[in-house]
């Protein structure tokens, strides 16, 4: 059983990764500087709160088949041995295949939007 929750915890890792690959050129929000951490530049505090839902739901959201497999598996009786085993073997294929992907569709996007985001950044470097 622990092999699976760690098994699970790599996956969601790996795709929490995968995700952030794609969600980072796509949704910026500036930052404090760090000689000054505890200035707050505007409309940082909005930003702050839903990025990370967005990236925490996102990584739960491509970890769902895993989810799925461990109902089939349980639904067509697998011994309560062997189910583990293949949870944990379907979280780390899924979290590798998520990550593998979600790299690549990452860089897509940031070759797409590298203009803008060179744009926010001279934006957010402008409100320190």
């Given at each position: 059983?622990?092999?699976?929750?760690?098994?699970?915890?790599v996956g969601?890792g790996l795709c929490?990764v995968?995700v952030?690959e794609?969600?980072?050129?796509?949704?910026?929000?500036p930052?404090?500087?760090?000689d000054?951490?505890?200035?707050?530049p505007q409309?940082?505090?909005?930003?702050q709160?839903l990025?990370?839902?967005?990236?925490?739901?996102?990584?739960?959201?491509?970890?769902?088949?895993?989810?799925?497999?461990?109902m089939?598996?349980a639904?067509?009786?697998?011994s309560?041995?062997g189910l583990?085993w293949?949870?944990a073997?379907?979280?780390?294929?899924n979290g590798?295949?998520?990550?593998a992907?979600?790299t690549?569709?990452g860089?897509?996007?940031?070759?797409?939007?590298q203009?803008?985001?060179?744009?926010?950044?001279?934006?957010?470097?402008?409100?320190?």
């Amino acid at each position: 059983m622990s092999v699976m929750f760690w098994a699970l915890s790599v996956g969601l890792g790996l795709c929490a990764v995968g995700v952030a690959e794609v969600i980072s050129p796509v949704f910026m929000y500036p930052i404090a500087p760090a000689d000054r951490p505890f200035s707050t530049p505007q409309g940082r505090a909005a930003s702050q709160a839903l990025i990370p839902l967005i990236h925490m739901f996102g990584s739960m959201i491509v970890l769902l088949p895993t989810g799925l497999v461990a109902m089939a598996l349980a639904m067509a009786g697998v011994s309560d041995a062997g189910l583990p085993w293949c949870v944990a073997l379907a979280a780390l294929l899924n979290g590798v295949g998520v990550l593998a992907l979600w790299t690549w569709l990452g860089g897509i996007v940031l070759d797409e939007r590298q203009l803008t985001v060179l744009d926010h950044l001279r934006d957010f470097a402008s409100l320190q």
